[in-house]
Every structure is written in structure tokens, then in C-alpha cells.
């Protein structure tokens, strides 16, 4: 199974700032199939980012995705009031697919 | 609309079975891989279980292999998760969720809203 370890857990952060977000995988994760989902409070997730760069439908171009082998970055250029929410990492390279343990990005 | 619509969930005692449904609609339903996904109360997400296009491939999560049953019916658009010798740790959210196209290995694009799931005596 390829564990994939979220950092930080908590991001305590202001509108207008920029948050960066790491998922590590413990093993390369294949054809660099890495995705990252939004869940706000009661909702269900969204994708936001697959194929660890190409934003979903819909998806606002301050949302970005990058990385390769195991090291994946999502960054927010500059925080709106709608992105406090945790976000997910998941790898489905493999046919375990598995998430992350997900970072909140909360008001600071 | 495009829509996932689960159903099923409920309190049930450990030991126990429970069958959840997906309904689709809004898309072509029998083009696409699905999944199951769980969420316990103030967790983190869990993929459970997946299923492709045509049911040709089937895979599930270590904890609930040999328990779990996940099938689909393309002529009624819907997908279902049986769940035998319910745990407590069985507990959870359960979403299904379509992959973005009919391979297993895509990112899931859409989501329904969830089933809550309680096993407890």
C-alpha cells in the first residue's frame, strides 16, 4: 500500500495569503497519478487537481498542483474566504488507492 | 443534473449486513468506474472499494476484503456496496464516487452526499 503522509496538518492563514501544501508518498507514485480534493464542513469532497498538475472543471486558476516521484505540492496563490476547508491528497496509481490524512487550512 | 444519490445507511448491530445503493443520473452511467468511499465521524477519508466500467475489475481495501461486496447494474444506473459482518470501526460516511472515465486508475470527479452508516449495539 503507498501510505501518502499530509504536512502540516493545520495551515493557520489570513485571506490574501499563500498557502503551500505537501503530500509525500512512501513509494513513487505511478504515472504521476495524484490527485487533490477540497471537503468543506457537511459537504462532500471536490477534485480539484488530477494528474498532480491539471485543474478540474470548473477549478480557479489560484489552485495549483505540482511534484512528481513521491514530494506533491498544492499551492493557493492567495487564499479567498471559500478555500478555508481541509484538502486531500490521493494516489490511484495503484490498485489500493489511498488518501491522505488531509490539512486543514483554517482562519488565522 | 448530474447527480449521486446514495442510500441504505442506518444503525445496525455488529455482526450484521447492510446493503447501500447509488443511484446515477445525468450522465452515462455505463462509461465510467466507480467507488466507494468512507469517512468516520471527524476522519479522514478511506477509499473502499472500486469497480470498473463493464464490472470487469474489482478491487477493495485490506479492511474490508473478504467482507464487502461491491456490484453495479448498468441497466438501472446504480451502484452497490453489500456489507457483511459489520464492525464498529465500519462506522462512517459512505460516498460513492465516479471516476473520470471508465479506467479504475482516474481521480473521482463527482460525488454524492453520503450515507451514514452506524454500527453499534
Known amino acids: 500500500e503507498n501510505v501518502l503522509t499530509q504536512s502540516p496538518g493545520t495551515l493557520s492563514l489570513s485571506p490574501g495569503e499563500r498557502a503551500t501544501l505537501s503530500c509525500r508518498a512512501s513509494q513513487s507514485v505511478s504515472s504521476n497519478y495524484l490527485a487533490w480534493y477540497q471537503q468543506k464542513r457537511g459537504q462532500a469532497p471536490r477534485l480539484l487537481i488530477y494528474g498532480v498538475s491539471t485543474r478540474a472543471t470548473g477549478i480557479p486558476d489560484r489552485f495549483s498542483g505540482s511534484g512528481s516521484g513521491t514530494d506533491f505540492t498544492l499551492t493557493i496563490s492567495r487564499l479567498e474566504p471559500e478555500d478555508f476547508a481541509v484538502y486531500y491528497c490521493?494516489?490511484?496509481?495503484?490498485?489500493?488507492?489511498?488518501f491522505g490524512g488531509g490539512t486543514k487550512v483554517d482562519l488565522k | 443534473e448530474v447527480q449521486l444519490v446514495e442510500s441504505g445507511g442506518g444503525l445496525v448491530q455488529p455482526g450484521r449486513s447492510l446493503r447501500l445503493s447509488c443511484a446515477a443520473s445525468g450522465f452515462s452511467f455505463d462509461d465510467y468506474a466507480m467507488h466507494w468511499v468512507r469517512q468516520a465521524p471527524g476522519k479522514g477519508l478511506e477509499w473502499v472499494s472500486g469497480?470498473?466500467?463493464?464490472?470487469?475489475?474489482?478491487v477493495y481495501g485490506d479492511s474490508v476484503k473478504g467482507r464487502f461486496t461491491i456490484s453495479r447494474d448498468n441497466a438501472k444506473n446504480s451502484l452497490y456496496l453489500q456489507m457483511n459482518s459489520l464492525r464498529v470501526e465500519d462506522t462512517a460516511f459512505y460516498y460513492c464516487a465516479k471516476g473520470k472515465d471508465y479506467s479504475y486508475y482516474q481521480a473521482f470527479d463527482m460525488w454524492g452526499q453520503g450515507t451514514m452508516v452506524t454500527v453499534s449495539s
Open positions: 469497480i470498473t466500467w463493464n464490472s470487469g475489475g474489482i
Open positions: 490521493q494516489q490511484y496509481g495503484s490498485s489500493l488507492l489511498t
